[in-house]
C-alpha cells in the first residue's frame, strides 16, 4: 500500500488473532524489539529529561545519572523552558504559526481549485497543462532559492511572512494538485451530474459537494505540508532570514542556539522540546492522516 | 468509477459532461480574459500581502499580525477565488464557460510558473555563468565542480550517503516491521508509534537530539555528557571527538537521518507485509519453509515494489539534505555534502554560477529517480 491517501487498510488477517495471546517461544522477538525500541528511543528521552534538569546539572553531568535522584525535587527544574522563551522562543513559536498555518492553507485552496478545474472542466491545454504541473515534481527547493530570493531583494519583501507563504504554497502545489486532481477525478462523475441539474453552477458544485467529499485527501496533505513547514529550516533561512530576529522561526532560532555551542548547551534541551511539541501533537492527534500524507508525498522532490 | 490518473485527449468528450460550448472558444479576446482572470488572484494575493506594511513591522502586537496573517491567509484566498467566480458570470455565457476554468486552474499555474518554472530556467542559465553572473562562462562552473578538491569531496559525500543511508533504512525499517508483526496487537502499534516518533521532528530538532549523544570534552575537562563518551569512557577509553573523526564523522552524521527516516519505512513496510496473503505464507510453511525461507522467498518478493518505493523515497531525501550537515558541523572536516556545499557557495562565498551549477546537478541526480515513482504510482492508481 504506496501512496494511496484514501484506501484503508486491507487486513488480511483473521478476526481473532493468533499473536493476540502470549508465547514463550517468541519472547526472543519480545527481546529483540525492547532493544531496538530503548535504542530509538535513547536520543529523545535524553533530551526531553535533560530539559529538566538545572543548567548547571545539564553541564555538569550526563542526563542517565538523574536516575540516581530521580525523586529529589532539587534537580528538577522549569528554569531553561522560561529562559528559552524568553530568549526569544515565545516570539518565534508565534512565528512559527504565522508561517506555518496560512503555508498550508492557502496552498491547498489554491490547489484545490486547479484539481478540480484539471478533473472536472474542460478547457484547452488541460492535457499538457497537468502533465507540466507533474513534471514539476522533480524540481528541488534548492534549485529555486537563489532567483526568488533575488526578486524577493528587489521587490523589498525578502524578511516578511507572506514571501515565505507563497514560496511554500509554490513549493508544496505540484504535489497538492496531483494528490487532490487524481482524488477528485475519481470520484462518480453522476453525483457531478446530478448536482449539475439540479441547477448547481461549478463554484457550488466545488464548495459543497467537492470539497467535504475530498476531506481525507485534503487532511493528508494538509498534515504532510503541516511538517514540512513547521520543521523546514532553509526556507526560513533563506527569505526570513536571520536578520531581523523578531521574524525568525523555531528551526532558526534552535539552530542559531545550537551554533553557540557549549555556551548554549543548557538551553538546547529545552529549545528543542519547544520546537517539537506542535508536530509531537499532530503527530499523536492525527497519526492515521500523517501515515497517509507521508506515503503520498513519495513523489514529491 | 476510476479516472486514469493521466489526462488522455479522447477523454475530454467522455467524462467530462461540462464541455459546454464556448469552452474551446480559442478567439483572442477569450484568451485575454483567460490570462487575466488568472492572474487575478496571485496579484491580488501579493498586493494585498506587501502592501500591509504593519504585517511586517515588528511593533505591531504578534497576536494581531497572525490573527490578521491567518484571516488573510485563509479567508482571503477563498473570497479572491469566489470574486473572480462571480465576475466571470457577469460574462455571456458562452465567454463565461470559456473564461472560468482559468479562474479555478489559472493561480495554481502562475504560482507555480514564478516559484518553480521561472527559477528552475534562471538557475540553469546561472550556473553557465561566472560567480557574479555577468560573463558567459560555459560549463566551466561544471568543470570546476567535477575537478576540484573541495566540490569532488561533497560529491563523494552525497554519493556515501546516498548509498548507505537508504539501504540502511530499509533494511532497519523491514527487520523492525517484520518484528512488530510477530508481537501482540497493543504492543505492536505502541512498539510502531516509538520508532515512527523521530519522523515528526525536524532536521535541526534531531540534530539537537545527537549533540547529546555525540558531544565531546578533551579528557580533563569535565564529565563526558554525551552518551557515546560516557560509554566509551566507562569502558576505559579516551573520549573521541566523534563529528571531527576524519571519514567517520560522515557515518556519525549519517545515524541522524536513519534515526529519522527508519520509522517512515518501518510504517510504509509494514502495511505491505500485513498484505501479503496468509494464504501465500501458510502454503510455504506447509511445503516445509522455515520462516526465514517464507521472510526471504515469500514476503520480500511480495512486497518489493514497495520497497522501491522507500529506498527512492529516503534517498531523495538523502540527496536534498542540508540542515544536518549544517547544523553539526557546518560542513567542516570533510562532511560537506552536495545540497550544503550549494547553499555555502551561495551565501557565504557569494559564487552563483558554481552554487546554480550544484543545484542543477541536484536537479539531475533526483529526476530519474523521481519518474520511476511518479510512473510507479499511475500504475497503481490505474490498476485500482
Known amino acids: ?301 | 468509477m476510476t479516472t486514469p490518473p493521466v489526462l488522455r485527449d479522447d477523454e475530454v468528450e467522455v467524462s467530462h459532461p461540462h464541455g459546454q460550448p464556448g469552452s474551446h472558444d480559442n478567439s483572442p479576446q477569450v484568451w485575454l480574459l483567460r490570462i487575466l482572470s488568472a492572474l487575478v488572484v496571485p496579484a491580488v494575493l501579493g498586493l494585498f500581502f506587501f502592501t500591509f506594511g504593519f504585517l511586517q513591522d515588528p511593533d505591531t502586537n504578534k497576536i494581531v499580525q497572525i490573527v490578521v496573517a491567518i484571516i488573510v491567509g485563509v479567508g482571503g484566498v477563498w473570497l479572491l477565488f469566489w470574486a473572480m467566480d462571480r465576475l466571470v458570470s457577469l460574462l455571456p455565457e458562452r465567454a463565461g464557460a470559456g473564461v472560468r476554468p482559468f479562474v479555478f486552474a489559472g493561480p495554481a499555474l502562475i504560482l507555480l510558473g514564478f516559484y518553480l518554472v521561472y527559477p528552475t530556467i534562471d538557475t540553469i542559465i546561472t550556473s553557465l555563468r561566472d560567480r557574479s553572473g555577468e560573463t558567459f562562462v560555459g560549463l566551466d562552473n561544471y568543470v570546476l565542480i567535477f575537478t576540484q578538491g573541495p566540490y569532488l569531496e561533497a560529491l563523494r559525500n552525497s554519493f556515501v550517503w546516498a548509498v548507505i543511508v537508504p539501504v540502511a533504512c530499509v533494511v532497519l525499517g523491514l527487520a523492525v516491521a517484520t518484528l512488530a508483526d510477530l508481537l501482540p496487537r497493543k504492543t505492536e502499534s505502541t512498539f510502531k508509534s516509538l520508532i515512527f516518533l523521530p519522523m515528526a521532528v525536524s532536521f535541526v530538532g534531531a540534530s539537537v537530539v545527537f549533540t547529546f549523544i555525540y558531544n565531546f570534552r578533551p579528557e580533563g575537562f569535565g564529565a563526558q555528557i554525551g552518551l557515546l563518551n560516557a560509554i566509551v569512557s566507562a569502558f576505559g577509553g579516551s573520549p573521541v571527538d566523534w563529528l571531527r573523526m576524519p571519514v567517520w564523522n560522515n557515518l556519525f552524521l549519517m545515524v541522524i537521518l536513519i534515526w529519522t527516516q527508519t520509522g517512515f519505512a518501518m510504517v510504509i513496510l509494514s502495511s505491505a507485509i500485513k498484505g501479503v496473503p496468509d494464504d501465500l505464507l501458510e502454503a510455504a510453511r506447509i511445503d516445509g519453509a522455515n520462516e526465514w525461507q517464507v521472510f526471504r522467498r515469500i514476503t520480500v518478493p511480495t512486497i518489493a515494489s514497495t520497497i522501491v518505493v522507500v529506498w527512492t523515497t529516503i534517498l531523495i531525501t538523502t540527496w536534498k539534505v542540508y540542515d544536518i550537515v549544517a547544523v553539526m558541523t557546518g560542513g567542516r572536516d570533510g562532511t560537506s555534502v552536495v545540497a550544503e556545499r550549494m547553499v555555502t557557495e551561495f551565501f557565504t562565498f557569494e559564487n552563483d554560477g558554481v552554487g546554480a551549477a550544484l543545484a542543477v546537478v541536484l536537479l539531475v541526480l533526483v529526476t530519474p529517480i523521481l519518474v520511476i515513482n511518479i510512473r510507479r504510482f499511475r500504475e497503481q492508481e490505474a490498476t485500482r
Open chain 1, 1 to 301: 500500500m504506496t501512496t494511496v491517501a484514501e484506501r484503508p487498510v486491507v487486513k488480511t488477517k483473521a478476526p481473532k488473532d493468533p499473536h493476540d495471546s502470549f508465547s514463550v517461544a517468541r519472547s526472543p522477538v519480545y527481546l529483540a524489539c525492547a532493544v531496538i525500541a530503548v535504542i530509538w528511543v535513547i536520543p529523545a528521552l535524553g533530551l526531553m529529561i535533560s530539559s529538566f534538569r538545572t543548567p548547571s546539572d545539564i553541564r555538569g553531568s550526563g542526563w542517565w545519572t538523574v536516575f540516581g535522584s530521580l525523586f529529589d525535587a532539587g534537580s528538577w527544574t522549569l528554569e531553561n523552558y522560561a529562559t528559552v522563551l524568553d530568549q526569544g522562543f515565545s516570539n518565534s513559536f508565534a512565528n512559527s504559526l504565522a508561517v506555518t498555518i496560512p503555508a498550508v492553507v492557502i496552498p491547498i485552496t489554491v490547489a484545490a481549485f486547479a484539481a478540480y478545474a484539471f478533473a472536472w472542466m474542460d478547457f484547452p491545454g488541460r492535457t499538457v497543462l497537468f502533465a507540466v504541473v507533474v513534471g514539476l515534481m522533480v524540481v528541488p527547493l534548492q534549485m529555486t532559492l537563489i532567483p526568488i530570493l533575488r526578486i524577493y531583494t528587489d521587490l523589498g519583501i525578502t524578511g516578511t511572512f507572506p514571501g515565505v507563504w507563497l514560496a511554500h504554497t509554490g513549493f508544496g502545489l505540484p504535489l497538492a494538485v496531483y494528490l487532490l486532481r487524481n482524488y477528485m477525478g475519481s470520484l462518480p462523475s453522476s453525483l457531478i451530474e446530478s448536482a449539475e441539474i439540479d441547477g448547481a453552477d461549478h463554484f457550488k458544485i466545488f464548495t459543497r459537494l467537492i470539497i467535504p467529499l475530498s476531506m481525507p485527501v485534503l487532511a493528508a496533505f494538509a498534515t504532510l505540508q503541516f511538517l514540512w513547514v513547521w520543521n523546514d529550516y532553509l526556507v526560513a533561512l533563506v527569505f526570513l532570514g536571520v536578520a531581523n530576529p523578531d521574524s525568525t522561526v523555531l528551526t532558526v532560532d534552535l539552530a542559531a542556539l545550537k551554533g553557540r555551542g557549549e555556551g548554549a548547551l543548557s538551553l538546547m534541551p529545552a529549545g528543542a522540546m519547544v520546537s517539537m511539541i506542535l508536530p509531537l501533537v499532530v503527530f499523536f492527534a492525527l497519526q492515521k492522516f500523517f501515515v497517509r500524507g507521508l506515503t503520498a508525498g513519495s513523489v514529491k522532490g
